[in-house]
Structure formats: structure tokens, C-alpha cells
């Protein structure tokens, strides 16, 4: 079974310095992982997701995150964080093994910017 | 952009009183889902309906959950007798096709259910 460990469940940083939201995944096969972020009050965002090419994904707003499977690790990462950059953010599996690929999400990181 | 869209935004309900809560899912996408997320704690698949059926469902969606597409555009879940630990935001979503390559998965923001 698929399954995502977010390892901190609140991050707090400075603005302007770097993001590390960690993120570690078990699959049973080569796993698709994304990155969702939640403001408050809002829906559910894709920030990033990977899916068995490049290893080092791009997102949007300046995320990143890189897949590493000797660590079974996808961290999220961003050099420099900025107070908009405040939500809660979600690591995600892609379950193969129903019928239409559900997701399975970690139990979320709350990142507080501080000024 | 296209969006989806859920009403209401906040229901409140006695325990046992039926609630419907609507999601429109963009107009091209196929396959639709609901999840739901219990304060406090992590996001939750409950259903997936495609081609006008469900497709699959998790061990949360019993027999007191129903979803349809009653008419080509809006999607709907149902709870017939709704309990206290319904209360949660629940989540509709919508995607183009079925395999992770072919589009991401687009959240609504959710629509919150308190059960008193």
C-alpha cells in the first residue's frame, strides 16, 4: 500500500530565508508524488508533482522538490520564503492499485513566515 | 481559468437531517471524486464516479453516502442521516483522464459540514 510521512507537522521561518518541508513516501512500484498546498479558506493547489521523469521537479511560485529513492524522500523545498508563502502543504501519493488512482495524503505541515 | 465549485461554503445541521452538498467539476473532466478532512486531522478519499457510476470507494463511504451527477453538470454527495463525526470540510474534485500524466487533479475549496 501507498502511503506519505510528513515529518513536521508546523515549519516556521523567516522571511527571505529557505523553505525544507520534509516528506518521505512508501510504494510498492515506482510512485507519482505531488505537492498541494492549502490557504486558508481556500481549495486544495498543485503546487508540483512528479511522475517518473525528471527526478528534480519545478513547481510554481518558486517550489521545488526532489525525488530521491535511495531515501524514498520527496522534500519540498524553496530558497527563499516569502510571507505569502503561509499555508499548509500536503504531500501526496497517487495510489495505483484502485481503480482511478485516488490520492493519499500526508498529514500536512503547517509553515508560518515570520517577518 | 476553470474551476470547481462547491456550495455551500458552511452548512450547519442537526444530527440525523439529511445534507446535500453540490460541486460543479470543469466542464471537459471525466472523472470526479469526493474527499473529506476532519479538523485536525489529514485528507481522506471517500468516492470516485466516472461514466456515471462509482468507480471506487473507500471503507467511510457507507450505505448513508450517495453521490449522483443528476444532470450532466452538477455532481452531488449525500449523506441520509448525518452523524456528529460527519462534521468536516469535504472536498469535490475533478480531472480530465484517469492517469497521473493526463492532468492534475482539481480541488474545489471545499465545502464545511458542522454536525450539532
Not at chain 1, 524514498?72 to 505569502?84: D, E, G, N, Q, R
Not at chain 2, 455551500?8 to 444530527?15: A, I
Request: with cysteine; hydrophobic share 35%.
Amino acid at each position: 500500500a501507498q502511503s506519505v510521512t510528513q515529518l513536521d507537522s508546523h515549519v516556521s521561518v523567516s522571511e527571505g530565508t529557505p523553505v525544507l518541508l520534509r516528506c518521505n513516501y512508501s510504494s510498492s512500484y515506482s510512485p507519482s508524488l505531488f505537492w498541494y498546498v492549502q490557504h486558508p479558506n481556500k481549495g486544495l493547489q498543485l503546487l508540483l508533482k512528479y511522475t517518473s521523469a525528471a527526478t528534480l521537479v519545478k513547481g510554481i511560485n518558486g517550489f521545488e522538490a526532489e525525488f530521491k529513492k535511495s531515501e524514498t524522500s520527496f522534500h519540498l523545498t524553496k530558497p527563499s520564503a516569502h510571507m505569502s508563502d503561509a499555508a499548509e502543504y500536503f504531500c501526496v501519493v497517487s495510489d495505483y492499485g484502485g481503480a482511478t488512482n485516488k490520492l493519499i495524503f500526508g498529514t500536512g505541515t503547517l509553515l508560518a513566515v515570520q517577518p | 481559468e476553470p474551476e470547481v465549485t462547491q456550495t455551500p461554503s458552511h452548512q450547519v445541521t442537526q444530527m440525523g437531517q439529511e445534507v446535500i452538498l453540490r460541486c460543479v467539476p470543469i466542464s471537459n473532466h471525466l472523472y470526479f471524486y469526493w474527499y473529506r478532512q476532519i479538523l485536525g486531522q489529514k485528507v481522506e478519499f471517500l468516492v470516485s464516479f466516472y461514466n456515471n457510476e462509482i468507480s471506487e470507494k473507500s471503507e467511510i463511504f457507507d450505505d448513508q453516502f450517495s453521490v449522483e451527477r443528476p444532470d450532466g453538470s452538477n455532481f452531488t454527495l449525500k449523506i441520509r442521516s448525518t452523524k456528529l463525526e460527519d462534521s468536516a470540510m469535504y472536498f469535490c474534485a475533478s480531472k480530465i483522464g484517469i492517469s497521473a500524466n493526463t492532468g492534475e487533479l482539481f480541488f474545489g475549496e471545499g465545502s464545511r459540514l458542522t454536525v450539532l
